[in-house]
């Protein structure tokens, strides 16, 4: 079983509906981060997690929400969907300290009508 | 902005190595180089990462500059499958660093 799943892996949603993306990881990593990727602008931070209950802002925050109300689980909500958030998005985990390496999920690919 | 510059992209023949080069010439003491890559569309994987000493683990070598504001990343034997756009990322371990994708080589390996 992958170690970072991410659900759904695809969703289509109409503009003006909330909707959540859930990440779930069994790696047992404190830190969690979700972050966004749009066709040649690389990947985005868009809000990270380095324990139960702590959240912090990334690079592009505003219109998304998040939920860390457990350790292996980092959920990301668009309260109210607009088109220009249609997008990949990637949940990742890592452990922190020197061996900062980040593990990926596959990826939900949402798009927003 | 990243804090790092890479070609935006790059081409290799099957068989070769394949170099990838990173210019950090901001780096600070305490920062590490980590090198990603994702292959269409899939989640990023690690590849390796560096303080100061050249790395080399099953999949690739890194080299770092003395000075340590530059890197290559080498795939020894490139493959097809290394088809992918690869990143370099400098950041430090810890709370207050965020890692910052930037938007990495495109390596196409040629057969």
Known sequence: DADVTQTPRNRITKTGKRIMLECSQTKGHDRMYWYRQDPGLGLRLIYYSFDVKDINKGEISDGYSVSRQAQAKFSLSLESAIPNQTALYFCATSQGGVQETQYFGPGTRLLVL | ?111
């Open chain 2, 1 to 111: 902005d990243a804090k790092t510059t890479q070609p935006t992209s790059m081409d290799c023949a099957e068989g070769r190595a394949a170099n990838l080069p990173c210019n950090h010439s901001t780096i600070s003491g305490n920062e590490y180089v980590y090198w990603y890559r994702q292959i269409h569309s899939q989640g990023p994987q690690y590849i390796i990462h560096g303080l100061k000493n050249n790395e080399t683990n099953e999949m690739a070598s890194l080299i770092i500059t003395e000075d340590r504001k530059s890197s290559t990343l080498i795939l020894p034997h490139a493959t097809l499958r290394d088809t992918a756009v690869y990143y370099c990322i400098v950041s430090r371990p810890n709370r207050d660093d965020k890692i910052i994708f930037g938007k990495g080589t495109r390596l196409h390996i040629l057969p």
